[in-house]
């Protein structure tokens, strides 16, 4: 019987786990110990329901271009479940001069294949409208001289588009996803299929043209999520596992090579695996590592910044409404400590009760350092002092949430594909072992899932 150590049971670590337990019942002979430190697995996959609505209090939804999260959901049986965002109301807010400035139809990110709906939009100076259409017009000149090497976001947006366009909407486009500085974001790492696109277009525009010209007119909604929340996708893996295998509570203190097998050790035990998976935070697996390998764990050095989400149910929002769309980006200097914030119930069907409405506020950077060690009740204050200039005075809400995550968005920092190749051929010496999680290959469910399933096989 092959033993194997998960250390970490957010999403990456639970569907390990869940693959070795199919794997297990189809006469593999395998068997896992999940090591999860909190009382909850699940990780930054979170849903509360309270009240009639459904509250997310880390991702909201996968990419529905990346099918894996999917499969993993049907499989669960969680077919019926499955739901598209509202993209006939899909509309992004940018907030400039403290209103809420409509970004154009048709902008993936920060490219738009709509010039004319650019051209109506009055969240760019004429200036941004003058560079985007030039873009087009230098596609030969950016396809002939793409740099050589790994270059950041903020100087591939900038030789594109300039610094209205990066300042507006890159920056916090990005940084509620990677918690980074697009100065210092690898475009590679972050941005592959826009470095793609230039490479065989040079403008991103008309790459993105010739991709809208070529898509069915009922495209698929860009975000999926489950009705009753993502929480769901966690319980049903955790029924699918066998009980003796999960360890709430078990902090993984140390890990160590010892002959044939790892010794795997908490502040109170030690116990020998066949292989480990360690499914923890990258800082955490970093200092795991550091004793076995410290050329990996060097390479595994990496900034990560913090997220705070608030979100106020509304029972009778009669008297409150929110522009239509899915929410509003919060470029920085621009007056407000908040990053983003969702009109959940515009965005996502059957999240609130009749008439009710449910606002989700996104703390990132040195805003979300600072609400880290505030109380709940602070928290949530500061929340409504930052929302009432922009949607106006908030009713009372029936349901506040807070939550937490430190460290939860890594930085994929300039050089990052090159390092992770390095970190993938060190651990190929290291019999037993595999990194999953965030800190690699992808923030993303779907990624983050097809790792862990790849990686269960593989290890069995
Ligand atoms: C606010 C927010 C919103 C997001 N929105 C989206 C979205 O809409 N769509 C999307 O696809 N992605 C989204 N993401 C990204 C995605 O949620 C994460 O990348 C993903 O959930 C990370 O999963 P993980 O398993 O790698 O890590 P985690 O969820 O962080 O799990 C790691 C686990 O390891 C445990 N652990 C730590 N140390 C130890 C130890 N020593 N021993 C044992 N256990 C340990 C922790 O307690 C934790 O449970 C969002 C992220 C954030 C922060």
Known sequence: MKRIAIVG???????????????????????????????RLGGIVETVREGGFVIECGPDAWVTEKPWARE???????????????????????????????MPDGMRMMVPSNLAALDHSDLFSAEAKRAYHDEVNRAAELKASPPQQDESVAEFVQRHFGTEVLEKIGAPLLRGVFGGDVAKLSVNAVMAPFVAMEREHGSLISAMQIRAAAKESNEDAVFTTLQSGLGTLVDRMIAAIPKAWIHLGTAIHSIARDGDSWNVKTSSTQEAFDAILIAAPVHVARTLLQPTDARAAELMEMDASSAVIVAFGFPEATEFSTPPGFGFLVPQDSGSRLLACTFVDQKFASRVPKNGKLVRAFFGGDAAERLMRCGNDEVASVARLELAPILGPLPEPQVTVVRRWPKSLPQ???????????????????PGLSLLGNGYRGVGLPDLIRDARTAARQIA
């Not at 199919?22 to 090591?35: D, K, P, Y």
């Not at 077919?79 to 598209?84: A, K, L, T, V």
Request: zero cysteines; hydrophobic letters at 45%.
């Open 72 to 102: 993993l959901a049907e499989e669960l049986g969680l077919g019926d479940e499955i739901m598209p965002s509202n993209d006939a109301t899909r509309k992004t807010y940018v907030l400039m001069d403290r209103q809420l400035k409509a």
């Open 412 to 430: 994929y920092a300039v050089g990052h594909i090159e390092r992770m190749k390095e970190l993938d051929e060190r651990l190929l010496k290291i």
């Open 9 to 39: 049971g957010g999403i990456a670590g639970l569907t390990a786990a869940y693959e070795l337990s199919r794997l297990a019942s189809s006469g593999v002979a395998v068997e896992a110990t999940l090591f999860e430190a909190s009382p």
